[in-house]
Protein backbone atom coordinates (compact mmCIF):
# COMPACT_ATOMS: atom_id res chain seq x y z
CA UNK A 1 0.00 0.00 0.00
CA UNK A 2 1.29 3.15 -0.55
CA UNK A 3 1.89 6.02 1.97
CA UNK A 4 0.34 9.21 0.43
CA UNK A 5 1.40 12.44 1.63
CA UNK A 6 -1.44 13.44 3.67
CA UNK A 7 -0.86 10.20 5.87
CA UNK A 8 2.86 11.83 6.40
CA UNK A 9 1.70 15.21 6.93
CA UNK A 10 0.23 13.63 9.68
CA UNK A 11 3.46 12.77 11.55
CA UNK A 12 4.80 15.70 13.90
CA UNK A 13 7.92 17.27 13.03
CA UNK A 14 9.70 16.28 15.49
CA UNK A 15 9.22 12.53 14.22
CA UNK A 16 10.31 13.77 10.73
CA UNK A 17 12.86 15.65 11.89
CA UNK A 18 14.61 12.35 13.53
CA UNK A 19 13.94 10.41 10.34
CA UNK A 20 15.66 12.72 8.30
CA UNK A 21 19.17 11.81 9.64
CA UNK A 22 20.58 9.65 7.24
CA UNK A 23 22.04 10.45 4.04
CA UNK A 24 22.24 8.45 1.14
CA UNK A 25 23.79 8.63 -2.23
CA UNK A 26 22.25 7.34 -5.68
CA UNK A 27 24.78 7.36 -8.76
CA UNK A 28 22.72 6.26 -11.73
CA UNK A 29 24.49 6.40 -15.26
CA UNK A 30 22.65 8.65 -16.39
CA UNK A 31 19.65 10.63 -17.39
CA UNK A 32 19.12 11.37 -20.81
CA UNK A 33 16.02 9.65 -21.75
CA UNK A 34 12.52 8.78 -20.59
CA UNK A 35 12.77 5.37 -20.17
CA UNK A 36 11.94 2.59 -17.78
CA UNK A 37 15.64 2.45 -15.94
CA UNK A 38 15.48 6.25 -15.81
CA UNK A 39 11.90 6.18 -14.00
CA UNK A 40 12.90 3.85 -11.81
CA UNK A 41 16.00 5.86 -10.30
CA UNK A 42 13.85 9.05 -9.88
CA UNK A 43 10.74 7.07 -8.09
CA UNK A 44 13.08 4.91 -6.02
CA UNK A 45 14.74 8.34 -4.76
CA UNK A 46 11.35 10.12 -4.32
CA UNK A 47 9.80 6.95 -2.41
CA UNK A 48 13.03 6.78 -0.25
CA UNK A 49 12.76 10.32 0.72
CA UNK A 50 8.97 10.17 1.79
CA UNK A 51 10.27 7.03 4.05
CA UNK A 52 12.25 9.87 5.92
CA UNK A 53 15.94 9.23 4.19
CA UNK A 54 17.79 12.59 2.82
CA UNK A 55 18.90 11.38 -0.32
CA UNK A 56 20.96 12.67 -3.24
CA UNK A 57 20.95 11.56 -6.79
CA UNK A 58 23.76 11.81 -9.39
CA UNK A 59 24.63 11.24 -12.80
CA UNK A 60 27.36 11.93 -15.10
CA UNK A 61 24.71 13.49 -17.33
CA UNK A 62 21.69 15.13 -16.25
CA UNK A 63 19.38 16.21 -19.40
CA UNK A 64 16.47 18.13 -17.81
CA UNK A 65 14.08 18.16 -21.02
CA UNK A 66 14.88 14.60 -22.35
CA UNK A 67 14.07 12.58 -19.30
CA UNK A 68 10.65 12.89 -17.34
CA UNK A 69 11.06 16.55 -17.02
CA UNK A 70 8.27 16.68 -14.13
CA UNK A 71 10.14 14.13 -12.26
CA UNK A 72 13.67 15.81 -12.65
CA UNK A 73 12.66 19.12 -11.30
CA UNK A 74 10.51 17.07 -8.26
CA UNK A 75 14.57 14.65 -7.84
CA UNK A 76 17.06 17.52 -8.78
CA UNK A 77 19.50 15.10 -9.88
CA UNK A 78 23.16 16.53 -9.92
CA UNK A 79 25.69 16.12 -12.69
CA UNK A 80 28.99 14.68 -11.21
CA UNK A 81 30.70 17.26 -13.62
CA UNK A 82 30.10 20.14 -15.25
CA UNK A 83 28.13 19.44 -18.75
CA UNK A 84 29.58 19.88 -21.86
CA UNK A 85 27.50 22.07 -23.85
CA UNK A 86 24.96 20.00 -26.05
CA UNK A 87 27.21 21.11 -29.54
CA UNK A 88 30.02 18.70 -28.20
CA UNK A 89 30.38 15.53 -30.15
CA UNK A 90 29.78 12.59 -28.31
CA UNK A 91 29.05 14.60 -24.91
CA UNK A 92 27.17 11.88 -23.56
CA UNK A 93 30.11 9.56 -23.77
CA UNK A 94 32.69 11.90 -22.72
CA UNK A 95 30.99 12.84 -19.80
CA UNK A 96 30.17 8.95 -18.93
CA UNK A 97 33.52 7.97 -19.85
CA UNK A 98 35.33 10.85 -17.47
CA UNK A 99 33.18 9.83 -14.20
CA UNK A 100 34.32 6.78 -14.94
CA UNK A 101 38.16 7.49 -14.93
CA UNK A 102 37.76 9.99 -12.55
CA UNK A 103 36.13 8.52 -10.05
CA UNK A 104 38.56 8.61 -7.19
CA UNK A 105 38.62 12.32 -7.43
CA UNK A 106 34.94 11.92 -7.53
CA UNK A 107 35.35 10.37 -4.13
CA UNK A 108 36.73 13.12 -2.56
CA UNK A 109 34.60 15.99 -3.35
CA UNK A 110 31.34 14.23 -2.66
CA UNK A 111 29.66 14.90 0.80
CA UNK A 112 29.67 12.46 3.42
CA UNK A 113 26.88 9.68 2.96
CA UNK A 114 26.08 6.78 5.61
CA UNK A 115 25.18 4.44 2.42
CA UNK A 116 25.74 4.35 -1.16
CA UNK A 117 23.40 3.07 -3.90
CA UNK A 118 24.95 2.85 -7.22
CA UNK A 119 22.37 1.60 -10.20
CA UNK A 120 23.78 0.22 -13.24
CA UNK A 121 27.26 1.14 -14.30
CA UNK A 122 29.09 3.31 -14.20
CA UNK A 123 27.06 3.87 -11.40
CA UNK A 124 28.04 0.57 -9.23
CA UNK A 125 31.63 1.38 -10.07
CA UNK A 126 32.33 5.12 -8.80
CA UNK A 127 29.72 3.34 -5.70
CA UNK A 128 32.50 0.91 -4.81
CA UNK A 129 35.56 3.57 -5.74
CA UNK A 130 33.47 6.02 -2.95
CA UNK A 131 33.10 3.11 -0.88
CA UNK A 132 36.80 1.93 -0.78
CA UNK A 133 38.06 5.97 -0.39
CA UNK A 134 35.39 7.21 1.82
CA UNK A 135 35.01 3.83 4.05
CA UNK A 136 31.19 4.12 3.72
CA UNK A 137 29.32 0.73 2.57
CA UNK A 138 27.65 0.47 -0.44
CA UNK A 139 24.71 -1.45 -2.49
CA UNK A 140 24.12 -2.14 -5.76
CA UNK A 141 20.97 -2.02 -7.70
CA UNK A 142 20.96 -3.97 -11.74
CA UNK A 143 18.57 -3.83 -14.17
CA UNK A 144 20.56 -6.33 -16.20
CA UNK A 145 24.28 -7.36 -16.44
CA UNK A 146 26.32 -4.87 -17.81
CA UNK A 147 25.45 -5.13 -21.66
CA UNK A 148 28.47 -4.22 -23.20
CA UNK A 149 30.26 -6.74 -21.98
CA UNK A 150 27.54 -9.60 -21.58
CA UNK A 151 25.31 -8.61 -24.41
CA UNK A 152 22.09 -10.40 -25.52
CA UNK A 153 21.59 -12.01 -28.49
CA UNK A 154 18.83 -9.16 -29.57
CA UNK A 155 22.11 -6.30 -28.88
CA UNK A 156 24.35 -8.96 -30.84
CA UNK A 157 21.43 -8.49 -34.13
CA UNK A 158 20.90 -4.89 -34.02
CA UNK A 159 24.07 -3.18 -32.53
CA UNK A 160 23.86 -0.12 -30.79
CA UNK A 161 23.15 2.27 -33.70
CA UNK A 162 20.70 4.17 -31.85
CA UNK A 163 23.30 6.55 -31.01
CA UNK A 164 26.88 7.47 -32.16
CA UNK A 165 27.75 8.09 -28.56
CA UNK A 166 26.53 4.14 -27.45
CA UNK A 167 28.86 3.12 -30.44
CA UNK A 168 31.76 4.81 -29.46
CA UNK A 169 31.30 3.59 -26.06
CA UNK A 170 30.87 0.06 -27.11
CA UNK A 171 34.25 0.59 -29.66
CA UNK A 172 36.37 1.32 -26.91
CA UNK A 173 34.65 -1.34 -24.23
CA UNK A 174 35.96 -3.24 -26.82
CA UNK A 175 39.32 -2.73 -26.43
CA UNK A 176 39.68 -2.57 -23.00
CA UNK A 177 37.31 -5.25 -22.51
CA UNK A 178 39.23 -7.19 -20.25
CA UNK A 179 40.02 -3.84 -17.85
CA UNK A 180 36.15 -3.57 -17.94
CA UNK A 181 35.31 -6.73 -17.22
CA UNK A 182 37.07 -6.73 -14.19
CA UNK A 183 36.11 -3.73 -13.06
CA UNK A 184 32.09 -4.41 -13.47
CA UNK A 185 32.57 -7.95 -11.88
CA UNK A 186 34.61 -6.51 -9.04
CA UNK A 187 32.24 -3.85 -8.15
CA UNK A 188 29.03 -5.15 -8.69
CA UNK A 189 30.47 -8.54 -6.12
CA UNK A 190 31.99 -6.27 -3.77
CA UNK A 191 28.61 -4.88 -2.86
CA UNK A 192 27.24 -5.01 0.12
CA UNK A 193 24.06 -6.20 -0.96
CA UNK A 194 23.39 -6.77 -4.76
CA UNK A 195 19.49 -5.76 -5.82
CA UNK A 196 18.26 -6.52 -9.19
CA UNK A 197 15.20 -5.48 -11.41
CA UNK A 198 12.88 -8.52 -10.40
CA UNK A 199 13.31 -12.45 -10.42
CA UNK A 200 13.73 -13.25 -14.08
CA UNK A 201 16.71 -11.26 -14.78
CA UNK A 202 17.81 -11.63 -10.73
CA UNK A 203 18.44 -15.22 -11.89
CA UNK A 204 20.55 -14.48 -14.74
CA UNK A 205 22.48 -11.55 -12.78
CA UNK A 206 22.96 -14.47 -9.93
CA UNK A 207 24.07 -16.40 -12.61
CA UNK A 208 26.83 -14.08 -14.25
CA UNK A 209 28.31 -11.99 -11.07
CA UNK A 210 28.19 -16.10 -9.04
CA UNK A 211 26.44 -14.49 -5.31
CA UNK A 212 23.64 -14.12 -3.81
CA UNK A 213 20.58 -11.27 -4.90
CA UNK A 214 17.60 -9.51 -3.58
CA UNK A 215 14.56 -8.86 -5.41
CA UNK A 216 13.74 -5.50 -5.45
CA UNK A 217 11.60 -4.80 -8.56
CA UNK A 218 10.30 -1.71 -10.02
CA UNK A 219 6.98 -0.50 -9.46
CA UNK A 220 4.02 1.63 -9.84
CA UNK A 221 1.61 4.48 -7.99
CA UNK A 222 -1.33 2.53 -7.54
CA UNK A 223 -4.88 3.98 -8.38
CA UNK A 224 -6.49 6.16 -5.71
CA UNK A 225 -9.32 3.69 -4.38
CA UNK A 226 -12.05 5.55 -6.38
CA UNK A 227 -10.88 5.06 -9.63
CA UNK A 228 -12.56 4.22 -12.16
CA UNK A 229 -11.11 2.71 -15.73
CA UNK A 230 -11.98 5.89 -18.42
CA UNK A 231 -13.99 4.74 -21.64
CA UNK A 232 -11.89 2.99 -24.04
CA UNK A 233 -14.05 1.65 -26.12
CA UNK A 234 -15.98 4.65 -28.12
CA UNK A 235 -14.71 8.57 -28.44
CA UNK A 236 -11.69 9.60 -29.26
CA UNK A 237 -8.86 11.21 -26.77
CA UNK A 238 -6.57 14.14 -27.45
CA UNK A 239 -2.68 14.10 -26.87
CA UNK A 240 0.06 16.73 -28.02
CA UNK A 241 -2.62 17.66 -30.70
CA UNK A 242 -3.70 14.63 -32.18
CA UNK A 243 -7.22 13.45 -31.59
CA UNK A 244 -6.65 9.59 -31.87
CA UNK A 245 -9.92 7.45 -31.93
CA UNK A 246 -10.91 4.51 -29.57
CA UNK A 247 -10.02 1.70 -28.99
CA UNK A 248 -6.79 2.38 -29.59
CA UNK A 249 -3.57 -0.47 -28.75
CA UNK A 250 -0.63 1.66 -26.55
CA UNK A 251 3.15 0.95 -26.70
CA UNK A 252 5.27 2.93 -24.12
CA UNK A 253 8.75 2.97 -24.50
CA UNK A 254 12.32 3.85 -25.76
CA UNK A 255 12.49 3.78 -29.10
CA UNK A 256 15.66 1.55 -29.07
CA UNK A 257 16.01 -1.25 -32.34
CA UNK A 258 16.34 -4.01 -29.33
CA UNK A 259 12.78 -3.26 -28.14
CA UNK A 260 11.50 -4.32 -31.40
CA UNK A 261 8.62 -2.06 -32.33
CA UNK A 262 8.82 -3.47 -36.04
CA UNK A 263 7.26 -6.89 -34.48
CA UNK A 264 4.41 -4.99 -33.36
CA UNK A 265 3.79 -3.17 -36.13
CA UNK A 266 3.59 -5.94 -38.21
CA UNK A 267 1.23 -7.60 -35.49
CA UNK A 268 -1.59 -4.30 -36.25
CA UNK A 269 -1.24 -5.23 -39.90
CA UNK A 270 -2.26 -8.33 -39.71
CA UNK A 271 -4.77 -7.39 -37.22
CA UNK A 272 -5.81 -4.98 -40.26
CA UNK A 273 -6.56 -7.84 -43.03
CA UNK A 274 -9.33 -9.31 -40.84
CA UNK A 275 -11.30 -5.89 -40.64
CA UNK A 276 -9.97 -4.72 -37.13
CA UNK A 277 -8.28 -0.97 -37.95
CA UNK A 278 -7.64 0.35 -34.72
CA UNK A 279 -4.79 2.64 -34.49
CA UNK A 280 -1.54 1.61 -32.47
CA UNK A 281 -0.34 4.17 -30.62
CA UNK A 282 3.72 5.18 -29.44
CA UNK A 283 5.17 7.11 -27.06
CA UNK A 284 8.31 8.22 -26.56
CA UNK A 285 11.43 10.47 -28.14
CA UNK A 286 12.14 9.92 -31.52
CA UNK A 287 15.78 8.12 -32.40
CA UNK A 288 17.29 7.11 -35.61
CA UNK A 289 15.51 3.75 -35.05
CA UNK A 290 12.26 5.98 -35.42
CA UNK A 291 12.76 6.88 -38.43
CA UNK A 292 12.56 2.88 -39.15
CA UNK A 293 10.00 2.02 -37.77
CA UNK A 294 8.45 5.22 -39.79
CA UNK A 295 9.34 3.66 -42.96
CA UNK A 296 7.97 0.24 -42.21
CA UNK A 297 5.09 1.71 -41.14
CA UNK A 298 4.40 3.41 -44.16
CA UNK A 299 5.88 0.52 -46.39
CA UNK A 300 2.64 -1.37 -45.26
CA UNK A 301 0.29 0.77 -45.89
CA UNK A 302 -0.11 1.78 -41.70
CA UNK A 303 0.34 5.28 -42.30
CA UNK A 304 -3.14 5.86 -40.59
CA UNK A 305 -3.12 3.00 -37.98
CA UNK A 306 0.49 3.39 -36.22
CA UNK A 307 0.07 7.24 -34.61
CA UNK A 308 3.70 8.29 -32.97
CA UNK A 309 3.05 11.29 -30.89
CA UNK A 310 6.46 11.69 -29.19
CA UNK A 311 6.80 12.19 -25.34
CA UNK A 312 3.63 13.40 -23.03
CA UNK A 313 3.35 14.77 -20.08
CA UNK A 314 3.02 12.71 -16.98
CA UNK A 315 -0.99 13.65 -17.10
CA UNK A 316 -1.41 12.69 -20.48
CA UNK A 317 0.65 9.43 -19.96
CA UNK A 318 -1.92 8.51 -17.05
CA UNK A 319 -5.06 9.62 -19.22
CA UNK A 320 -3.38 7.52 -22.24
CA UNK A 321 -3.44 4.00 -20.03
CA UNK A 322 -6.61 4.79 -18.27
CA UNK A 323 -7.92 4.77 -22.15
CA UNK A 324 -6.07 2.00 -23.78
CA UNK A 325 -8.49 -1.23 -24.77
CA UNK A 326 -4.90 -3.40 -24.85
CA UNK A 327 -1.58 -2.74 -23.89
CA UNK A 328 1.41 -4.32 -25.87
CA UNK A 329 4.90 -4.93 -24.82
CA UNK A 330 6.95 -6.48 -28.09
CA UNK A 331 10.42 -6.28 -26.40
CA UNK A 332 11.23 -10.02 -27.06
CA UNK A 333 14.14 -10.14 -24.26
CA UNK A 334 13.02 -7.51 -21.67
CA UNK A 335 14.37 -7.22 -18.22
CA UNK A 336 11.26 -6.41 -16.63
CA UNK A 337 9.34 -4.11 -18.51
CA UNK A 338 8.17 -0.84 -15.97
CA UNK A 339 5.22 -0.13 -18.61
CA UNK A 340 3.83 -3.39 -18.38
CA UNK A 341 2.92 -2.74 -14.41
CA UNK A 342 1.98 1.04 -15.34
CA UNK A 343 -0.44 -0.11 -17.35
CA UNK A 344 -2.22 -3.20 -15.12
CA UNK A 345 -1.70 0.14 -12.18
CA UNK A 346 -4.56 1.52 -14.72
CA UNK A 347 -6.60 -1.63 -15.34
CA UNK A 348 -5.61 -2.00 -18.49
CA UNK A 349 -4.84 -5.68 -19.47
CA UNK A 350 -1.59 -6.57 -21.66
CA UNK A 351 -0.33 -8.28 -24.85
CA UNK A 352 3.57 -9.26 -24.13
CA UNK A 353 5.75 -12.64 -24.89
CA UNK A 354 6.25 -15.68 -22.74
CA UNK A 355 9.70 -14.83 -22.20
CA UNK A 356 11.86 -12.59 -20.20
CA UNK A 357 10.58 -10.08 -17.22
CA UNK A 358 6.85 -10.30 -18.79
CA UNK A 359 6.73 -14.13 -17.32
CA UNK A 360 6.99 -12.54 -13.82
CA UNK A 361 4.32 -9.50 -13.88
CA UNK A 362 1.49 -10.85 -16.25
CA UNK A 363 0.06 -13.52 -14.86
CA UNK A 364 -1.16 -15.10 -18.31
CA UNK A 365 -4.84 -15.55 -19.23
CA UNK A 366 -5.51 -13.94 -15.50
CA UNK A 367 -3.57 -10.21 -16.18
CA UNK A 368 -2.99 -10.51 -19.67
CA UNK A 369 -1.96 -12.77 -23.05
CA UNK A 370 1.80 -13.93 -23.31
CA UNK A 371 2.15 -14.55 -27.30
CA UNK A 372 4.58 -17.50 -28.10
CA UNK A 373 8.19 -16.41 -28.60
CA UNK A 374 8.77 -14.56 -31.98
CA UNK A 375 5.42 -15.28 -32.99
CA UNK A 376 3.58 -12.23 -34.68
CA UNK A 377 0.93 -14.36 -35.55
CA UNK A 378 0.38 -15.10 -32.02
CA UNK A 379 1.22 -11.56 -30.64
CA UNK A 380 -1.51 -10.13 -33.41
CA UNK A 381 -4.29 -13.27 -32.29
CA UNK A 382 -4.15 -11.84 -28.39
CA UNK A 383 -4.25 -8.37 -29.41
CA UNK A 384 -7.15 -8.95 -31.39
CA UNK A 385 -9.20 -11.37 -28.38
CA UNK A 386 -8.86 -8.79 -26.77
CA UNK A 387 -9.78 -6.10 -29.17
CA UNK A 388 -13.06 -8.48 -29.88
CA UNK A 389 -14.16 -9.14 -26.19
CA UNK A 390 -14.15 -6.12 -23.94
CA UNK A 391 -15.96 -7.59 -21.05
CA UNK A 392 -12.88 -10.23 -20.98
CA UNK A 393 -10.72 -6.89 -21.38
CA UNK A 394 -11.77 -5.55 -18.52
CA UNK A 395 -11.96 -8.86 -16.07
CA UNK A 396 -7.72 -8.86 -16.76
CA UNK A 397 -7.19 -5.34 -16.80
CA UNK A 398 -9.24 -5.62 -12.73
CA UNK A 399 -7.00 -8.63 -11.83
CA UNK A 400 -3.66 -6.42 -13.08
CA UNK A 401 -4.82 -3.74 -11.00
CA UNK A 402 -4.94 -5.95 -7.86
CA UNK A 403 -1.50 -7.84 -9.19
CA UNK A 404 0.11 -4.12 -9.71
CA UNK A 405 -1.36 -3.19 -6.13
CA UNK A 406 -0.43 -6.18 -4.36
CA UNK A 407 2.92 -6.66 -5.90
CA UNK A 408 4.79 -4.15 -7.48
CA UNK A 409 3.99 -0.32 -5.89
CA UNK A 410 6.99 2.25 -5.29
CA UNK A 411 5.90 1.79 -1.60
CA UNK A 412 6.67 -1.98 -1.67
CA UNK A 413 9.95 -1.31 -3.28
CA UNK A 414 11.42 1.34 -1.38
CA UNK A 415 10.55 -1.00 1.76
CA UNK A 416 12.84 -3.53 0.42
CA UNK A 417 15.44 -0.87 -0.62
CA UNK A 418 15.16 0.10 3.28
CA UNK A 419 15.44 -3.53 4.81
CA UNK A 420 18.61 -3.96 2.19
CA UNK A 421 20.08 -0.59 3.74
CA UNK A 422 19.35 -1.45 7.19
CA UNK A 423 20.90 -4.79 6.45
CA UNK A 424 24.21 -3.41 5.07
CA UNK A 425 24.70 -1.15 7.84
CA UNK A 426 23.82 -3.93 10.47
CA UNK A 427 26.27 -5.75 9.04
CA UNK A 428 29.47 -3.72 7.65
CA UNK A 429 32.00 -3.48 8.69
CA UNK A 430 33.16 -0.21 7.03
CA UNK A 431 31.53 2.08 8.81
CA UNK A 432 32.90 3.09 12.61
CA UNK A 433 31.22 1.91 15.13
CA UNK A 434 29.99 5.06 16.66
CA UNK A 435 28.87 6.03 13.15
CA UNK A 436 27.54 2.44 12.37
CA UNK A 437 25.39 2.83 15.40
CA UNK A 438 23.52 6.22 15.19
CA UNK A 439 22.85 5.52 11.89
CA UNK A 440 21.28 2.51 12.65
CA UNK A 441 19.61 4.43 15.67
CA UNK A 442 18.14 6.78 12.78
CA UNK A 443 16.80 3.71 10.38
CA UNK A 444 14.73 2.14 13.73
CA UNK A 445 12.89 5.79 13.80
CA UNK A 446 12.49 5.64 10.13
CA UNK A 447 10.90 2.73 10.30
CA UNK A 448 8.37 3.13 13.32
CA UNK A 449 7.58 6.30 11.23
CA UNK A 450 6.50 4.51 8.38
CA UNK A 451 5.08 1.69 10.01
CA UNK A 452 2.87 4.31 11.87
CA UNK A 453 1.91 6.11 8.71
CA UNK A 454 1.45 2.72 6.82
CA UNK A 455 -1.11 2.07 9.94
CA UNK A 456 -2.69 4.89 9.83
CA UNK A 457 -3.70 5.06 5.99
CA UNK A 458 -4.74 1.69 5.92
CA UNK A 459 -7.03 2.30 8.64
Not at 79 to 96: D, G, H, K, M, Y
Not at 324 to 339: C, K, M, N, R, T
Not at 355 to 376: C, F, K, Q, Y
Request: charged letters at 25%; hydrophobic letters at 40%.
Amino acid sequence: MALSSTTLDRLSERELEDARGLRLAVIHCGFTYSGGGERLVLEQVLALRRRGFTVDCYAPTVDEDACFPELIREVRPRSLFPQLPRWVPFREAIQLAAASLFAPLLALTLPRYDAIVGQNQPGVWIAWIVSSLRRRPYLAYLNQPCRLIYPRDVDVQTGWKTKADYELLDWVIQRIAHFVAWADRTSVRSAHRLLVDGAFIGGRIAEVYERDVTDCPGGCHPAPPAYVRGEFETGSIAVNGSSIPKPYVLLTNRHYPQKRFDLVIRAMERLSTVGIDVPLVVTGGATDYTSELIALRDRLGMREHVLFIGEVSEPDLQRLYSEAAVYVYPSPEEDFGLGIVEAMAREVPVVAWAHGGPTVTVEDGVTGLLARPGSVDDFSKHIGTLLRDPETARAMGRAGRERAETEFSWATHAARLHVAVRGTLEGSSTLPARTRALALGRMTSIAAIADAALAGHEA
